[in-house]
């Protein structure tokens, strides 16, 4: 897909991708994510992405709320591991609007402590909400323990009493040091000329002050293989097994992808899903993940079953496994299992939000953005050769770690 870049001199990137549709999606990208907070902080960027929604210098709340709704418009926002994104879709005359609110709550939020208060509590509500559900905590729980010690660790939304005890001085501190103008990118896809956004572009960002302050990120350790089992008053045995894997930067990631897809991703007939909840009927959910971060990554399986059908599912993911390391793929898997991948790359290009998010992660991460044709290239490219190789390396049975949460004996 065709697209253009420009540098504000503070070292803001600004994004253009063309498309002929009347409506237009915009994002501006922040690389910092909760791995990045300081010690006894967990989720104070998760914080500061609430607050920036709450009043800035010249808008209450209701202003900033009301600025794109009023017009139609979809704003919203999260924080990863690694980022903060700021995203909105809308109609094309309202480019100049979107931007100009993006830059007053990214740059100009005041954070009194009133609203402060306020939004602890809605995240100390959101955090006993996803507590309740056992398929999303457990991932969680399983990162803290795959990088015990380590910020990448902590829940993305904190710990009660990290939230409670965030201060206004810790907001201010963690934007002045992680909204680094350098790592940022805004980025635009809609019906207009590279022109008419650099030029809106610069209109709202050229003035924010140039801020780039030493980026210090440490690699995780590669813990010892460990075991955990939480009892908890839930109906169903969930359990998660995996490691950490490559990072975004390492050539193995590919294969890696392509491999997880076929084993556990995307669809029904992943081999997971066709060989335990299929052939078996004993987990109604079961999938595998691979999420490559900047120094390192997370490959992990995950299935949620009853209680007395946890033994036999672990053994049948211990015997797939095994297959995946000894048997390679032969020519016509490998050929269904690109295809499949590159169709649903293809398609999610028709999440036109998504696309531009990804794109702009892009640019932060590789300095460049890689055409549909050099992805599929990548992918095609990638033999049984690679696939039994990173299958040998992470799919280590000895050092798969396991976390489960399990009913309470009655």
Known sequence: MEYNVHTLPNGIRILHVPSASAISHACIIINTGSRDEPENKAGLAHFIEHLIFKRTEKRSTNQILNRLESVGADLNAYTTKEYTCVHASFLNPYLDRTLDLFNDIIFHSTFPEEEMDKE???????????????EEAINDDFEDMLFAGHALGNNILGTTDSVQNFT????????KANYRTNEIVIAVLGNYTLNSVVNKGTKHFADVEENTPAKERFKPAILQQSSTAIYK????????LGTQAYSTYQHEKVPLMLLNNYFGGNGMSSVLNLQIRE????????????????????????FGTDKEKQIKALSLIFKEIKKLKEKPLNELQLHKAKNKFIGQIALGEENRIGLIISMAKSLIDHNQIDSLATVFEKINAVTTDQIINVANEVLDIEQLNIFTFSPIEE
């Open 120 to 134: 602890k509590s809605v995240i100390l509500d959101e955090i006993a909400s996803y507590l309740d559900q056992p």
């Open 168 to 175: 206004r001085e810790d907001v201010i501190n963690f934007r």
């Open 233 to 240: 008053p839930i109906m169903q045995s969930h359990c998660i």
């Open 279 to 302: 052939k078996y009927g004993i987990a109604y959910t079961i999938e595998s993940n691979f999420s490559p971060l900047s120094d390192t990554g997370i490959f992990s399986i995950y």
